[in-house]
């Protein structure tokens, strides 16, 4: 873990997925906690998602108290390795708006897809601009109608690439603010059964 710990964040994010997988199986807890936050920040998609799935699996265990995290203050400290080796039961210490908007765009992009019904309706609404175009895709598929409902339209937009892989139940939630926020292509590009979802008020526009 000292060697890593010399390594500038460029390189670390170069590292392929597996090795990641394999680092973090053997030492965890101690790799994550001796790289400062600058280092584990603008991971590739791939390398995440890759991850994520293996604590989804199980074959990564969870190493992190989130909520011991967020009671010594440190929400602003948290990175997307913390959120993803983080118990599922712990992602509901993240209710209050003060939490949610303390965390770091990046930490967004270790949220797990299981992780995502612990986080009450209302509260994405407080994350930082630019926190929900971190969230993976299996992750925004996740989302409920009642969590898209209160994500101001200036967010909203943030989650374009992944908005089709929303339910329909989630898409019927969606306002026509919200749809104004997105771009052409994400709206001419949906599903003839997703465009049907929307409700009349998001389609009015």
């Not at 609404?125 to 299996?138: E, I, K, T, W």
């Not at 026509?176 to 709206?187: F, G, P, R, Y």
Request: net charge positive.
């Amino acid at each position: 873990t000292w060697e890593i710990k010399q390594m500038r964040q460029s390189a670390l994010a170069g590292i392929q997925p597996a090795v990641w997988f394999s680092l973090l199986h053997k030492f965890g807890k101690t790799l994550v906690n001796a790289l400062n936050q600058t280092q584990l920040t603008g991971y590739p998609l791939s390398t995440r998602s890759f991850l994520v799935d293996q604590v989804e699996q199980q074959k990564l265990a969870p190493a992190f108290n989130l909520c011991d995290l967020i009671k010594q203050q440190q929400s602003g400290a948290i990175t997307w390795m913390h959120l993803m080796l983080s118990s599922t039961a712990d992602t509901s210490c993240l209710n209050t708006p003060q939490i949610m908007s303390a965390l770091p765009v990046d930490a967004f992009g270790g949220l797990r897809p299981s992780q995502v019904n612990a986080i009450p309706d209302g509260m994405l609404q407080s994350a930082q601009r630019g926190a929900l175009g971190q969230l993976l895709p299996a992750t925004v598929k996740k989302l409920r109608a009642g969590q898209i409902r209160n994500i101001v339209p200036a967010n909203f937009a943030f989650i374009h690439g992944s908005v089709k892989l929303l339910s329909l139940d989630a898409v019927s939630a969606i306002t026509a603010q919200q749809v104004v926020a997105l771009n052409s292509t994400d709206v001419t590009d949906w599903p003839c059964n997703m465009t049907h979802a929307l409700k009349p008020r998001a389609t009015a526009q």
